[in-house]
């Protein structure tokens, strides 16, 4: 189980890392990608998604921007370049 939640944040952090997400991902971009879309799809249930997504924040590697509808993620490390 450990494994599959490590699999699914190095997918979220790889997704957040393409040049797509340069002004951040909404949750759904995670769970379902469109047929232009060129960032690799984030494997798993949505709950699952939830959870590594709510590690890596805690980890400080994906931060928020909670100020509009939705809320919006990025990777910390791209977010301060």
């Not at 991902?25 to 990608?33: I, M, P």
């Not at 799809?41 to 980890?59: P, T």
Request: hydrophobic content about 45%; aromatic content about 6%; glycine content about 4%.
């Amino acid at each position: 189980m450990q494994a599959d939640r490590e699999k699914i944040k190095a997918q979220i952090l790889k997704a957040l890392h393409h040049p797509e997400a340069d002004e951040g991902l909404y949750f759904r971009n995670f769970v379902h990608l469109h047929e232009e879309d060129e960032r690799i799809a984030v494997e798993g249930a949505k709950i699952d998604v939830l959870d590594a997504l709510n590690e890596l924040i805690r980890e400080g590697k994906v931060v928020i921007d909670d100020n509009a509808e939705e809320v919006v993620f990025f990777a910390s490390d791209v977010l301060n370049n």
